[in-house]
């Protein structure tokens, strides 16, 4: 090609003015890949592609940007009780722990830490404040459904509020081994028969 074109430009014959032909060919070539390959993408060279937005409920981003009771308690204190769950489909991992008065019952404390995406966060920041102040069986109650549909999760995103319930179950049955140890009774209490059905 470069003979053709040194008939017609005689200047493109020297050494130093092929280099430079070269270079200009080369750079061709890479704009006219880069324009192929942006319209392939969907992406023109004048009007780039607005992205796709997912829109979250206001609820999904409050509980993100302020996510209620994040932290941990020691996993060996007797009247707490840890569940960890994952994902493997997406990688979300939720750690839930629950701090049980003895005497009552009841849930004093709740907190969380959850590695994942912004409904999972949430998820669990819902999940921990409805667990406060409740019996332990009434929070074996809470369904995935219920934090799904407060939180108005699309459907790509109900695994989350599943890990939520799972990882409340996690904790209760965790709390309930620990008793059962402490008590030395072999026999599994109503509550831990609960949670494994």
């Not at 070539?29 to 992406?43: A, D, E, F």
């Not at 219920?146 to 209760?172: Q, T, Y």
Request: proline letters at 5%.
């Amino acid at each position: 090609m470069t003979k053709n074109l040194t008939a017609f430009f005689p200047h493109f014959s020297s050494p130093r003015n092929k280099n430079h032909f070269n270079r200009f060919q080369f750079s061709n070539q890479y704009k006219m890949l880069r324009h192929v390959s942006n319209r392939i993408l969907g992406q023109g060279l004048r009007s780039p592609a607005t992205p796709a937005l997912r829109m979250y409920h206001e609820r999904v981003v409050d509980h993100y940007n302020n996510p209620r009771n994040v932290g941990s308690f020691d996993k060996n204190d007797p009247n707490v009780g840890s569940g960890l769950v994952g994902a493997p489909a997406c990688g979300d991992v939720m750690k839930l722990q629950i701090k049980i008065d003895e005497e009552s019952g009841k849930i004093v404390d709740a907190c969380f830490k959850t590695f994942g995406c912004g409904s999972a966060i949430a998820s669990s920041s819902v999940a921990t404040e409805w667990v406060k102040g409740k019996q332990m069986e009434e929070v074996m109650s809470i369904k995935n459904t219920e934090i799904a549909k407060h939180l108005s999760l699309p459907p790509v995103k109900l695994h989350c509020s599943m890990l939520a319930e799972d990882a409340i179950k996690a904790a209760v049955k965790d709390y309930e081994a620990k008793r059962s140890k402490l008590n030395g009774s072999a026999d599994a209490s109503p509550l831990e028969k609960a949670v494994d059905a």
